[in-house]
């Protein structure tokens, strides 16, 4: 994992092809995120006015931006209680506030409305 934030960290000085790679994979995360939420919208599990794209660009800078801090210094963050804590307030963003979370067949995270909820 650090070899992967030095490549990009690294490459941003430089304009080359290891750049264009890295800015695809960016995007290839991006549109993954987008999906989701899109299917979570259709599927009645988000509400409507959740914009794909800026919960895609949100979601992976909180990751990344984590993922470094914790590579800098582990024991200043305790990464558990970050990741629920984001997770709970997510969800809220997404307008169900009961709700749990589960991984399909392909592991891709989904949130559903849990009973009692408003939706």
């Known amino acids: 994992?650090?070899?992967?934030?030095?490549?990009?960290?690294?490459s941003v000085g430089v304009r080359n092809?290891?750049?264009k790679?890295?800015?695809?994979?960016?995007?290839?995360?991006?549109?993954?995120?987008?999906?989701w939420i899109r299917q979570g919208i259709e599927a009645g599990e988000?509400?409507?006015?959740?914009?794909?794209e800026q919960v895609?660009?949100?979601y992976c800078s909180f990751v990344f931006g984590t993922v470094y801090q914790w590579l800098v210094k582990p024991e200043s963050l305790d990464l558990p209680a970050v990741f629920d804590y984001y997770r709970k307030q997510t969800l809220r963003t997404f307008g169900a506030p009961a709700v749990a979370r589960a991984a399909n067949a392909n592991g891709e995270l989904r949130v559903r409305a849990a009973a009692g909820s408003r939706r």
Request: aromatic share 10%.
């Open 1 to 10: 994992m650090r070899g992967m934030y030095i490549l990009w960290f690294e």
């Open 17 to 19: 092809e290891v750049t």
């Open 21 to 35: 790679r890295l800015a695809m994979q960016h995007e290839a995360y991006r549109k993954d995120v987008q999906r």
């Open 46 to 52: 988000i509400d409507a006015d959740v914009s794909p």
């Open 56 to 58: 895609a660009i949100q």
